[in-house]
């Protein structure tokens, strides 16, 4: 029986191992929406929401702007948190990926945690947090719920960067090494002040796991089109000039925009889902 323990607990240091592994090859600048996309998804997405949970929001929208990228401040100490910031759907066949349950233990019983973990579990990290953020508001654990909404709101975000859906997540597959952060940082550092985003109104979710799965399908729609967009505007450059950056935003913008106002409207139509979960409790302001 001894032998056969250490059997076990050798097989486990194995995977871990072998986790670790992979997380620390992932390309180290692949990390996702630049920290002004967070800010302007979470200044919108409060005005999604219906009068009734606005007050809460609004008037939490410090804590929630300083706390949405604390995800991205957890991945800079610890690479292994990788794993929660995205989901390389490619890794599972081919659009749309019907050989990858959504259910996370249906999942886990046919692919494995360590291969789940390998190729991140963004999808349902948003599960976890839309049932903490419910469970938060349930309690009257205003501090928490703030905390809990902005750590969704991070992964929520997420979901809509087709650069988070991908195993090409910073463009190293195909020769374009840093097209996530001058599509998700750079083209909106330098171009959001024009951006004319317009969310939908904030509406009720009835599987927070299923929808986070859908928004990174249709994320993951654009990636071939964005590719596209960078090698057109790189055409006649040797490097990433004031016109590769404009045309790449006459191609990219459009899909740039598009995605931010989603993220926006799905960020407050999570919250929402979360008060009604929670049984509507009275929020204070």
Same mark, same amino acid.
């Given at each position: 029986?001894? @032998?056969? /323990?250490?059997?076990?607990?050798?097989?486990?240091? !194995?995977?871990?191992?072998?986790?670790?592994?992979?997380?620390?090859?992932?390309?180290?600048?692949?990390? $996702?929406? %630049?920290?002004?996309?967070?800010?302007?998804?979470?200044?919108?997405?409060?005005?999604? =929401?219906?009068?009734?949970?606005?007050?809460?929001?609004?008037?939490?929208?410090?804590?929630?702007?300083?706390? !949405?990228?604390?995800? =991205?401040?957890?991945?800079?100490?610890?690479?292994?948190?990788?794993?929660?910031?995205?989901?390389?759907?490619?890794?599972?066949?081919?659009?749309?990926?019907?050989?990858?349950?959504?259910?996370? #233990?249906?999942?886990?019983? #046919?692919?494995?945690? !360590? #291969? &789940?973990?390998?190729?991140?579990?963004?999808?349902?990290?948003?599960?976890?947090?839309?049932? #903490?953020?419910?469970?938060?508001?349930?309690? /009257?654990?205003?501090?928490? $719920?703030?905390?809990?909404?902005?750590?969704? $709101? +991070?992964?929520?975000?997420?979901? +809509?960067?087709?650069?988070?859906?991908?195993?090409?997540?910073? /463009? +190293? &597959?195909?020769?374009?090494?840093?097209?996530?952060?001058?599509?998700?940082?750079?083209? *909106?550092?330098?171009?959001?002040?024009?951006?004319?985003?317009?969310?939908?109104?904030?509406?009720?979710?009835?599987?927070?796991?299923?929808?986070?799965?859908?928004?990174?399908?249709?994320? +993951?729609?654009?990636?071939?089109?964005?590719?596209?967009?960078?090698?057109? $505007? &790189?055409? @006649?450059?040797?490097?990433?000039?004031?016109?590769?950056?404009?045309?790449?935003?006459?191609?990219? %913008?459009? *899909?740039?925009?598009?995605? =931010?106002?989603?993220?926006?409207?799905? !960020?407050?139509?999570?919250?929402?889902?979360?008060?009604?979960?929670? /049984?509507?409790?009275?929020?204070?302001?």
């Amino acid at each position: 029986m001894r @032998g056969q /323990g250490h059997i076990r607990n050798f097989r486990r240091a !194995v995977m871990a191992l072998s986790a670790i592994a992979v997380f620390l090859s992932l390309p180290q600048g692949s990390w $996702a929406w %630049g920290r002004n996309a967070h800010r302007l998804i979470i200044n919108k997405a409060v005005d999604t =929401l219906p009068a009734d949970v606005r007050g809460f929001f609004e008037a939490s929208r410090g804590s929630l702007l300083q706390h !949405v990228t604390d995800p =991205l401040d957890a991945l800079a100490k610890n690479p292994a948190e990788k794993r929660s910031d995205f989901i390389a759907l490619d890794k599972y066949g081919r659009f749309p990926f019907e050989a990858l349950p959504r259910n996370y #233990k249906t999942a886990a019983t #046919k692919f494995g945690k !360590v #291969k &789940l973990d390998a190729n991140g579990l963004l999808p349902w990290q948003i599960g976890v947090y839309s049932q #903490k953020l419910t469970e938060a508001l349930r309690a /009257g654990k205003w501090d928490e $719920a703030r905390l809990d909404a902005a750590i969704l $709101a +991070h992964y929520v975000a997420q979901a +809509h960067d087709p650069f988070n859906t991908t195993d090409n997540s910073d /463009g +190293h &597959l195909s020769g374009q090494t840093g097209i996530n952060e001058r599509f998700g940082s750079t083209l *909106i550092d330098r171009y959001s002040s024009f951006f004319p985003m317009r969310p939908n109104d904030a509406a009720f979710i009835s599987d927070p796991t299923d929808h986070a799965f859908d928004a990174c399908l249709s994320a +993951h729609r654009w990636l071939e089109s964005l590719l596209l967009a960078d090698r057109n $505007a &790189l055409r @006649g450059e040797n490097s990433y000039t004031d016109e590769y950056y404009d045309r790449f935003y006459n191609e990219a %913008g459009a *899909i740039l925009i598009r995605q =931010l106002s989603d993220a926006a409207t799905d !960020v407050g139509s999570f919250w929402l889902t979360a008060w009604n979960n929670a /049984g509507r409790p009275a929020l204070p302001h």
